[in-house]
């Protein structure tokens, strides 16, 4: 039930991820090439409508680097009046994604293909910032070394409004001369149809798909990082992409460009108390009224001070944990991610995203040509399902795991053993899981997160040698911890009785095990 204390939440979450978001707004909408203002109206009219109709109660809806990689390109080629006409197309194919219950395909993304896409998103917006780099260096690398200081010093406060302000204070003061921003305008356009001929429609067709695919993809990534910080929390995901799809169908009304589900700021939106949808509503009326009052101030922004926003945002994309996890892991998968990553710098961002798949589809065929040779086919559920084990004590349950463990099982696996809220331990029994990707190893670390959360312990048995030797290289053995991985399954249940037995001390040490 919605009260006066949700409101109070969702008021403060708003105004603080606004904060956020508006600098972010600016030099995307910039770096666009439709205008600075373009990134603000997409701000409000995409957030507010992606925020009520949406599939996640937490999602904030704004412009991104992505979608701007591929605006400049269609603003350079067609014009800006297209680049908001293919904008809307792109919501209309969204909500057609929505209705066609698509939303459960990011599943079949692998992790490897994700993280090259989005750091080679993040290159082509470093490289589209050359210009104005290239003509204030100073100015750009005084922005990005300010950030980065803050944000060390102070990583709770809104860094990139706050690097924005003084930079532009410090240039004032000095009496740098260098481009600005220019006029903004201090309110909303009244909604108008961008101009279309049946030939424009046909010719940004596959813009307007890109624009699409992207902003699905970009979109649900941010909603499920959402369910993750938020254990209660399940998005809709085609509720998400009709939300999605209506947000952009609205926005280039207003004159607002192409927008998606923004990863940071829905996190800033959680960490800063959101309870319901409301939060992105505020989000956008915030940054209405921001506008409304600040348009002078905001005019007096350097060009080169969003570009080193930019650059810093584009920095911060490039997944650098997941980049190591992946040289850690799998070289085939980092070949993977490295080829989508040159496919998207050099060619374009759907190639680069089938060109990815197909590789990754190739990749997961070679290693299944190679499991026949240790494969006992007695052993292996066809269904590759996860099979419940009943155990004496319903404090504790078993789950058989069987068959390779690869990215389009991640999200079920997951799924179907955190479905048990009062149990206290769960043994997942890994005998018959011949391989295991990095996806699904992430997915293991987040089995044991969320079981911790809900005061459950994991315990891990069986495991063969090569998937334990690729846990143990990411660092995953060690957050589930050694004392938690048995080579047999009746080890693990032993283990688990004597701890039930203690209740007031669960031992932390295989040498506090061997004692109990």
């Given at each position: 039930m919605y009260?006066l204390?949700?409101?109070?939440?969702d008021?403060v979450?708003g105004?603080t991820?606004?904060l956020?978001a508006?600098p972010?707004a600016?030099?995307?909408g910039?770096?666009s090439?439709?205008g600075?203002?373009?990134?603000?109206?997409?701000a409000?009219?995409?957030g507010i409508?992606?925020?009520?109709?949406g599939?996640?109660?937490?999602?904030i809806?704004g412009p991104t680097?992505?979608?701007v990689?591929?605006?400049?390109?269609?603003v350079?080629k067609y014009?800006?009046?297209?680049?908001?006409?293919?904008?809307?197309i792109a919501?209309?194919?969204q909500?057609a994604f929505?209705y066609?219950?698509?939303?459960?395909l990011?599943?079949?993304?692998?992790?490897s293909?994700v993280?090259?896409f989005?750091?080679?998103?993040?290159?082509?917006?470093i490289?589209?910032?050359?210009?104005?780099?290239?003509?204030?260096?100073?100015?750009?690398?005084v922005?990005?070394i300010l950030?980065?200081?803050?944000?060390?010093?102070?990583?709770k406060?809104?860094?990139s409004?706050i690097?924005?302000?003084a930079v532009?204070?410090?240039?004032?003061?000095?009496h740098?001369?260098?481009?600005?921003?220019g006029?903004i305008?201090a309110?909303l356009?009244l909604?108008?149809?961008?101009?279309?001929s049946?030939?424009?429609?046909?010719e940004?067709?596959?813009?307007?798909?890109?624009?699409a695919?992207?902003?699905?993809i970009?979109?649900?990534?941010?909603?499920?990082?959402a369910d993750?910080?938020?254990?209660?929390?399940?998005h809709?995901?085609n509720?998400?992409?009709i939300?999605?799809g209506?947000g952009?169908?609205v926005?280039?009304l207003?004159?607002?460009?192409?927008a998606?589900?923004?990863?940071?700021?829905t996190a800033?939106?959680?960490?800063?108390?959101?309870?319901?949808?409301i939060?992105?509503?505020?989000h956008?009326l915030?940054?209405?009224?921001?506008?409304v009052?600040l348009?002078?101030?905001?005019?007096?922004i350097?060009?080169?001070v969003?570009?080193?926003?930019l650059v810093?945002?584009?920095i911060?994309?490039?997944e650098?944990e997941?980049?190591?996890?992946l040289y850690?892991?799998?070289r085939?998968a980092l070949a993977?991610?490295?080829?989508?990553l040159?496919v998207?710098v050099?060619?374009?961002l759907i190639t680069?995203?089938?060109?990815?798949?197909i590789?990754?589809?190739?990749l997961?065929i070679?290693?299944m040509?190679?499991?026949?040779?240790y494969?006992d086919?007695s052993l292996?559920d066809?269904s590759n399902s996860c099979e419940i084990a009943?155990?004496?004590?319903?404090?504790i349950?078993?789950?058989?795991?069987?068959?390779?463990l690869f990215?389009?099982?991640a999200?079920r696996?997951?799924?179907?053993?955190?479905?048990h809220?009062?149990?206290n331990?769960l043994i997942?029994r890994?005998?018959r899981v011949?391989i295991?990707d990095t996806?699904?190893?992430?997915?293991?670390?987040?089995?044991?997160k969320?079981l911790?959360r809900?005061?459950?312990?994991l315990l891990?048995s069986?495991?063969?040698?090569?998937?334990a030797?690729k846990?143990?290289?990411t660092?995953?053995?060690?957050?589930?911890?050694?004392e938690?991985?048995?080579?047999?399954?009746?080890?693990?249940k032993?283990?688990?009785?004597?701890?039930l037995?203690e209740k007031i001390?669960i031992p932390?040490?295989?040498?506090?095990l061997?004692?109990?």
């Amino acid at each position: 039930m919605y009260n006066l204390k949700s409101f109070r939440h969702d008021l403060v979450a708003g105004i603080t991820v606004a904060l956020v978001a508006l600098p972010m707004a600016l030099a995307f909408g910039y770096a666009s090439g439709v205008g600075a203002a373009a990134g603000l109206y997409s701000a409000i009219a995409a957030g507010i409508v992606a925020s009520l109709f949406g599939g996640s109660r937490f999602q904030i809806t704004g412009p991104t680097g992505g979608m701007v990689a591929v605006l400049v390109l269609v603003v350079s080629k067609y014009g800006v009046e297209q680049a908001l006409l293919a904008g809307l197309i792109a919501g209309v194919i969204q909500v057609a994604f929505g209705y066609a219950k698509l939303g459960k395909l990011i599943k079949y993304i692998p992790f490897s293909v994700v993280t090259g896409f989005t750091a080679g998103i993040a290159f082509v917006i470093i490289l589209s910032q050359k210009a104005i780099i290239t003509k204030a260096p100073a100015v750009v690398l005084v922005t990005i070394i300010l950030s980065f200081l803050i944000r060390y010093l102070w990583p709770k406060v809104p860094v990139s409004l706050i690097t924005v302000i003084a930079v532009t204070v410090i240039i004032e003061l000095l009496h740098v001369p260098t481009p600005r921003l220019g006029a903004i305008p201090a309110t909303l356009p009244l909604p108008a149809l961008p101009e279309f001929s049946l030939n424009s429609l046909k010719e940004l067709f596959k813009p307007a798909l890109i624009l699409a695919s992207l902003g699905s993809i970009e979109s649900l990534l941010s909603a499920v990082v959402a369910d993750g910080m938020t254990p209660d929390e399940h998005h809709d995901s085609n509720r998400e992409l009709i939300g999605q799809g209506l947000g952009n169908i609205v926005a280039p009304l207003f004159g607002g460009i192409a927008a998606t589900g923004a990863i940071a700021r829905t996190a800033v939106n959680i960490k800063a108390g959101a309870s319901t949808r409301i939060s992105g509503v505020i989000h956008g009326l915030t940054i209405l009224a921001l506008m409304v009052f600040l348009s002078p101030l905001v005019s007096k922004i350097p060009l080169a001070v969003l570009a080193g926003v930019l650059v810093v945002a584009a920095i911060r994309m490039i997944e650098w944990e997941n980049i190591v996890l992946l040289y850690k892991s799998s070289r085939d998968a980092l070949a993977v991610m490295g080829l989508t990553l040159a496919v998207t710098v050099f060619v374009d961002l759907i190639t680069a995203v089938e060109v990815g798949l197909i590789a990754a589809g190739i990749l997961f065929i070679y290693r299944m040509s190679n499991l026949g040779i240790y494969q006992d086919e007695s052993l292996i559920d066809e269904s590759n399902s996860c099979e419940i084990a009943v155990d004496t004590d319903p404090r504790i349950v078993a789950y058989r795991i069987d068959g390779p463990l690869f990215f389009g099982a991640a999200e079920r696996f997951i799924k179907t053993t955190t479905a048990h809220p009062k149990i206290n331990f769960l043994i997942l029994r890994m005998r018959r899981v011949p391989i295991i990707d990095t996806t699904s190893i992430l997915a293991l670390l987040s089995i044991h997160k969320q079981l911790k959360r809900q005061g459950c312990q994991l315990l891990v048995s069986g495991l063969q040698e090569n998937v334990a030797e690729k846990i143990k290289a990411t660092g995953v053995w060690e957050e589930i911890g050694e004392e938690n991985i048995f080579a047999w399954t009746r080890d693990a249940k032993i283990a688990a009785q004597n701890r039930l037995s203690e209740k007031i001390h669960i031992p932390t040490t295989r040498n506090e095990l061997r004692t109990s």
